[in-house]
């Protein structure tokens, strides 16, 4: 699988909503999710097909916040998720982010994000309305030190 992970286009935004209604979290604008910001958004792309999308919104200077990611669901278990992750973390790294938080609801999602890069749980959010799993009605709110995170992903090599 020839996997390429870049900078998402003004035509990417079509097939992304794609993504995010299989995931139900389409219902954007709303106020789970007021919009989109685009300005820091990846695809990754198989033979020029988008497969996945992952975002990021910056707080301050140290500080960002992911927005949304989803990866086909007949894609999914292949390494997109893991590399379009590993990439929007590379790039806030790069930008000089430190604190990096992520509110997530899926258990399994949860864990992926715990196992593979390090976060820890900070705390729970009610849904203010239905946004991806309707039967989960919080979300989990995970943090990580993206500069402890580096070193140890150095230290890896
Ligand atoms: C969360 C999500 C983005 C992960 O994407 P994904 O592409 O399935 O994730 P990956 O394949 O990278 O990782 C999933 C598993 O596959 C494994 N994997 C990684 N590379 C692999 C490969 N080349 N072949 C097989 N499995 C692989 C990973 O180790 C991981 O397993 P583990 O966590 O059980 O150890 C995807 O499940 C999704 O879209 N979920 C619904 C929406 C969602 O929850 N989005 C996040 C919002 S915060």
Redesign the pocket.
């Known amino acids: 699988m020839s996997l390429v992970i870049e900078k998402a286009g003004p035509q990417d935004r079509t097939r992304i909503f794609e993504l995010l209604e299989q995931?139900n979290?389409h219902h954007i604008p709303s106020p789970e999710m007021p919009e989109v910001s685009w300005e820091n958004y990846f695809v990754a792309r198989v033979d020029d097909q988008v497969v996945?999308f992952c975002g990021f919104k910056i707080l301050s200077e140290t500080e960002a916040k992911?927005e949304?990611?989803?990866?086909d669901s007949s894609?999914?278990?292949?390494?997109?998720?893991?590399?379009?992750q590993q990439h929007r973390m590379e790039v806030m790294h790069s930008r000089g982010i430190r604190k990096l938080t992520?509110?997530?609801d899926?258990p399994?999602?949860i864990?992926?994000y715990k196992?593979?890069f390090g976060y820890r749980e900070v705390g729970k959010l009610d849904k203010i309305h239905e946004f991806?799993d309707p039967a989960i009605n919080e979300w989990t709110t995970l943090e990580v030190d993206l500069v402890a995170w580096h070193e140890a992903m150095k230290r890896q090599k």
């Open positions: 995931a979290m996945g992911t949304l990611m989803a990866v894609c999914r278990g292949l390494g997109v998720g893991y590399k379009l992520t509110n997530t899926l399994a999602t864990a992926f196992k593979h991806s």
